[in-house]
């Protein structure tokens, strides 16, 4: 967890807003897309109290005995899950939950070379903030393999891409195949696309992404 302190007025990790200098704590990956949105920075550090002297030591008392756990006894046995803290698991907060859209990068097609698996027209990424996330579905590789990569580009045609994102390449040992990539939206330029790179083919492949439009 991470202890932020809102700087613009928005909805932390319980659904409330956070008034402009609140403090409040929000999982690690949730708190870098608000402080990469611009909406809060990490909490100041607390000013540390003095150091207070140790009492002097003082003698134990012996423990009363304890009955010994008779052979097979259920409460003797750690519960399922046991040894997983809550805090290994990241949630996302039902307000973002909602307010999350899913927008096509390339519908489903049965693409018999790269050029049938390519965005034509790129997606304007500037009504969206923090990350999208992109996720690429291959159904069935004929032959050879689909290696798909995320581009971005000033133009909406995507002339002068930059890589920005690569899946790993789908042949016909691991189809069909899911997978998904994190795209920081700061990071990239107005539009992005896909390629898929596809080896002999066909292949069937889509890709959607997902993200949060900025608030008004």
Sequence with gaps: ?????????HFGPDGNVQAVGSEYEAP?????????????????????????????????PKPAPQAQAQPHDRRQRPRAGAGHSRKDRIMIPSNIAQAATSVQLLAAVDAAATANATTATGLDIT????????????????????????????????SSPTTVGTFTAVTTANDPNVQSIAIECGKCQKYI????????????????????????
């Design 28 to 60: 690690d990956a949730l708190a870098r897309m608000l402080i990469a949105a611009g909406k809060a920075t990490p909490a100041p550090a607390a000013v540390a109290a003095p150091p207070v002297a140790a009492p002097a030591p003082q003698a134990k």
């Design 127 to 158: 009504e969206y903030e923090g990350f999208l996330i992109v996720t690429q579905n291959v159904g069935v590789v004929d032959a050879g393999s689909i290696t798909g990569t995320i581009i971005t580009s000033a133009s909406s045609d995507l």
């Design 1 to 9: 967890m991470m202890r932020l302190q809102a700087i613009r007025s």
């Design 193 to 216: 696309g896909y390629i898929g790179t596809i080896v002999t083919g066909g292949a069937l492949v889509a890709v959607s992404a997902v993200g949060v439009k900025k608030y008004v």
